[in-house]
């Protein structure tokens, strides 16, 4: 079996990295742009996104929402876990699709779901039209993992000064909360 030169595995990660820089920034430039930026050939970078996409390292595109002109709100949600252990059933939900049809009629969009270490164990940023909306869906997260969460604290984000590695393109308003 031929094995690939060191240097060569160097390049592909140096390259791939460059094309994931590049992707993260704009992930719906055209092809030809990225190309001229990474200094790759449009068939290499083609190829290298195509396979990045099938080992699911790259797992999604998204377009940055302003949800103040839709007339919603962000929110953070923390919840600090019990030492009481996770059944099964509980952890199949924590995707929160399990209830998916409770929260979504209230307006409430889950933007972004994670584990964490530290003082919490799950954040949940979210979108809702209001503070009471965002509170019943606190009470709704609470009630589906009965005795699992110790604290739940909820944040609203008044300014979001970056997302997805983009700079809000009005970042005066930040002076308005400063």
Known sequence: MKTMPKRSKEKIAEDTQMILAEL???????????????????????????????????????????????????????????????????LDEIELHQFKNEYTPMGITIVSSYYVNGEYDWMVIFTATDLIQAKKFSTILFEH??????????MQVIFTNREHYIASPDQTKLREFM
């Open 24 to 90: 993260q920034k704009n992930g719906k430039e055209h092809i030809d742009l990225i190309a001229k930026q990474t200094h790759i050939s449009k068939q290499k970078l083609l190829r290298t996104i195509t396979q990045l996409e099938k080992n699911h390292k790259i797992w999604g595109y998204t377009a940055i929402v302003d949800e103040q002109e839709q007339h919603l709100k962000k929110f953070i949600l923390l919840l600090k876990r019990t030492g009481k252990k996770f059944d099964l059933n509980a």
């Open 145 to 154: 993992y009965p005795g699992m969460a110790e604290k739940v604290n909820l």
